[in-house]
């Protein structure tokens, strides 16, 4: 069964970290470039960052500096460290595979399989 499960999320005071994994299963997940996103009530999903089957990285803009995406294939795992977390961090965050597109795109629409998300809370 090929799926995507995210776990790491909480509630976390502002300048605080979290640790988010992505573990896939049934598709070799190094060879694809996979990507974080995030999307908050009432606000459009936002592609956060993404990691190239060679480790080349790519973030948005609004967490440069502070977000750090990694993989390890043998896990089949991919990680999202995050660091001086701001409120407006505050969403539901979901790894996904990206099929389509230009290599190291953060558009949503460029990527198919996605996980159900884990719930990231940061407060002030």
């Known amino acids: 069964q090929v799926q995507l499960v995210e776990s790491g999320g909480g509630l976390v005071q502002s300048g605080g970290s979290l640790r988010l994994s992505c573990v896939t299963s049934?598709?070799?997940?190094?060879?694809?470039?996979m990507g974080w996103f995030r999307q908050a009530p009432g606000k459009e999903r936002e592609g956060v960052a993404c990691?190239?089957?060679?480790?080349?990285?790519v973030y948005a803009d609004s967490v440069r500096d502070r977000f750090i995406i990694s993989r390890d294939n043998a896990k089949a795992t991919v990680y999202l460290q995050m660091n001086s977390l701001k409120p407006e961090d505050t969403g539901n965050y979901y790894c996904?595979?990206?099929?389509?597109?230009?290599?190291?795109?953060?558009?949503?629409?460029?990527?198919?399989?996605r996980g159900q998300g884990t719930q990231v809370t940061v407060s002030s």
């Open positions: 990691i190239g089957a060679a480790g080349t990285t």
């Open positions: 996904a595979r990206r099929t389509h597109g230009y290599p190291f795109s953060l558009r949503a629409t460029d990527y198919d399989l």
């Open positions: 049934g598709f070799i997940e190094d060879y694809y470039e």
